[in-house]
């Protein structure tokens, strides 16, 4: 995007913050393209729309999804695993957005893992009060590739722990244009997302949607 004099300054972001082996967070580092995100998502979303999947064990998640990409994840009774085709459409996946593919290509490169080109994006809608249980991320062919993670709309408390999943894990913000990469020792740590606080964010309203990018194929 061409930029012009009269144009608002880009969003400084901060350094990157490493909290853990091959995991790090860069604070606002997708502000800029924040609202093209949105909009790409947005176009997503009416062509494969968010439903609240059922777990193997027969709950209903609280966060609501959708996916774009050649895989997306899906969970049912069966089992968690990636699919070329939305199970309730028949059809294959939106594409990737460009922006979607840039933003996760660029980020990887800042936190050191260069050439991650992603194949699956998994889109998360969270409302006030809807959590995500700790987890591990191993439903992926290539463990090699990072996950990068953006975070847009309200901010979020992000629960990051070890390899093992009694392990205490550590509290961090996730607010609207933060971006969380990792891999490598961090691949499969354990995860998740407390409560989602209330609030009313300017460009998204009562809600938080977070982007995750993986090599799934
Ligand atoms: C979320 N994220 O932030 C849920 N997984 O809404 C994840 O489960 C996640 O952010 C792997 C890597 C990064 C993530
Ligand atoms: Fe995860």
């Avoid at 009416?46 to 609501?64: F, K, Q, S, Y």
């Amino acid at each position: 995007m061409t930029r012009s004099l009269f144009d608002e300054p880009p969003t400084p972001y901060d350094a990157p913050e490493s909290i853990a082996p091959g995991a790090v967070l860069l604070h606002n580092y997708a502000c800029d393209q924040a609202e093209a995100l949105i909009q790409a998502a947005q176009q997503v979303i009416a062509a494969a729309p968010l439903r609240h999947l059922i777990t193997p064990g027969g709950h209903t998640m609280a966060v609501a999804m959708s996916n774009c990409g050649d895989f997306g994840w899906v969970s049912d009774r069966t089992g968690y695993r990636y699919e070329r085709t939305n199970p309730l459409s028949g059809q294959p996946w939106p594409a990737m957005p460009a922006c979607f593919a840039d933003m996760a290509a660029r980020a990887a490169a800042e936190a050191g893992f260069e050439g991650f080109r992603p194949d699956a994006c998994l889109i998360n809608r969270y409302e006030p009060g809807a959590r995500m249980s700790l987890h591990q991320d191993r439903d992926e062919a290539d463990m090699t590739a990072p996950i990068v993670s953006v975070s847009l709309g309200l901010p979020a408390v992000f629960l990051f722990g070890g390899l093992q999943r009694s392990d205490r894990p550590a509290r961090y913000r996730l607010a609207h244009g933060d971006v969380a990469v990792w891999g490598g020792p961090s691949r499969l740590a354990f995860h998740g997302v407390a409560p989602l606080a209330d609030g009313d964010h300017p460009q998204l309203g009562r809600q938080r949607i977070n982007l995750t990018f993986r090599r799934a194929g």
